[in-house]
Every structure is written in C-alpha cells, then in structure tokens.
C-alpha cells in the first residue's frame, strides 16, 4: 500500500479536540505538516498549539498517535512546534461554522483600544439568536481561549473563541 500525505489526513480528520468535541484537531488547525519518512516506515505529525501552555495539547498527541496505530501506521511521531504561533487565522471555515453550531462564536478581528489591558472584541454575534447586541462578561471562559459573552437579546450566555 502507497502511504499518502491525503491518507494520513483523512485519518487525523477523524481526531477531535478533546475541549471542544465538535472541532477535529485540523479544523483547528493545531495540524501544521505530515511528514511520511519511508526509509523508516515512520508518520511525524508536526502540531501547534493554540497556546504554548494548552492543557489539551498532551490528549491531542495521544490522540494523533491511537488514530494512526489503529489504522495500522505503528511507527508515529508527533512534533510540537511553536514557531509561528498558532492564530485563529488556522481555524478552518468548517471548523467556524461548528463551532457556531455548537453555541461558540467564532473569532473575528479585534478592536484594540491602546487604554484597555486586553482587546475587547465589538460587534460578537450571539450564537443563539444572531443579535450582536452582546457585552463581554469576563475576559475568561471555560477554557484559557475563550471569553464569556452575554447576548443582551436574548439573555443567553456563550463562549466567544478569542482571536490571536
């Protein structure tokens, strides 16, 4: 069997993120590179995280590593680099689209404010109703890349997947 950079992918396509289950590690974008090394019979899996203390990252590894073995793919490596830094930039339009569905707003662009100790992002829209007639209710949510949100409309709370 040919082993092939869209075969790898098509397995990593089925490795979820274990903070946010709807989101697969490539529509992420923590998946930077594949590389198949023959000569050795080896898959490297080159990742980033989406902070360079992310608790998930280590669940991610074992994760990649379980999908491609049981797949058949026994020698795997997987290398974490951190240059460049992961951006929401990476995030897929599927994986916006999820997480959308999934009651997260998506990152957008920030507006900085040069008085402010963090960026508010304006203008979020409520993943529940669409308005974005929204206020920020803390900088921090469930998990260090996200914020709290509060829809003004209809008074639901969410998560908003803080860009960087």
């Known amino acids: 069997m040919t082993i092939t950079k869209d075969t790898i992918y098509e397995i990593l396509d089925q490795v979820c993120d274990p903070e946010i289950p709807v989101l697969t590690v490539r529509d992420l974008g923590v998946i930077r590179d594949v590389i198949i090394h023959h ?3 080896q898959i490297e899996v080159i990742i980033t995280p989406t902070y360079s203390g992310c608790p998930a990252m280590n669940t991610i590894e074992i994760n990649i590593k379980a999908a491609l073995q049981e797949a058949g793919f026994n020698a795997v490596k997987v290398t974490t680099i951190l240059s460049p830094p ?4 990476w995030l897929t339009e599927n994986g916006r689209r999820k997480l959308k569905e999934y009651g997260i707003a998506p990152p957008q662009e920030k507006s900085f404010d040069k008085n402010a100790l963090f960026a508010e992002e304006k203008n979020i829209e409520c993943p529940h109703c669409g308005s974005t007639n929204t ?3 803390s900088q921090f949510g469930s998990t260090a890349c996200k914020a ?3 829809c003004k409309d209809c008074l639901e709370p969410f998560d908003y997947f ?3």
């Open 135 to 137: 206020r920020m209710v």
């Open 162 to 164: 803080k860009c960087h």
């Open 39 to 41: 000569e050795y019979e």
């Open 148 to 150: 709290m949100y509060q």
């Open 86 to 89: 992961w951006t929401t930039d």
